[in-house]
């Protein structure tokens, strides 16, 4: 695989991992004003947007496990893109 492309998969998967970890609350902070009757009447009782930053037991992991692989993904891309340059530099 090309560097260039390697190091781009791994900084798309780094920026990525935020909205990832991130994204029930953010669901949630858009859809309960607008389906609950707003923030003072809505719960996990009466309203399912409202129950939704529970889901971030499972998105906090994902986001996590995603920026881990990214970072490694970028790494590698770095070592290659390196390795690269010096055999230029080398049969030049």
């Known amino acids: 695989m090309d560097p260039k492309s390697t190091l781009r998969t791994g ?3 780094l920026i990525a991992s935020i909205p990832v970890a991130l994204s029930p609350i953010l669901l949630a902070l858009i859809l309960v004003p607008v389906t609950c009757g707003g923030f003072s009447g809505a719960n996990e009782g009466n309203c399912g947007a409202a129950a939704l930053p529970w889901f971030l037991f499972f998105s906090i992991p994902c986001g996590i496990l995603l920026a881990i692989v990214g970072a490694i993904v970028l790494a590698v891309g770095a070592s ?4 690269a340059s010096r055999k230029q530099r080398y049969e030049q």
Not at 80 to 83: E, M
Request: net charge positive.
């Open 80 to 83: 290659q893109k390196s390795v």
């Open 11 to 13: 900084r798309i998967m």
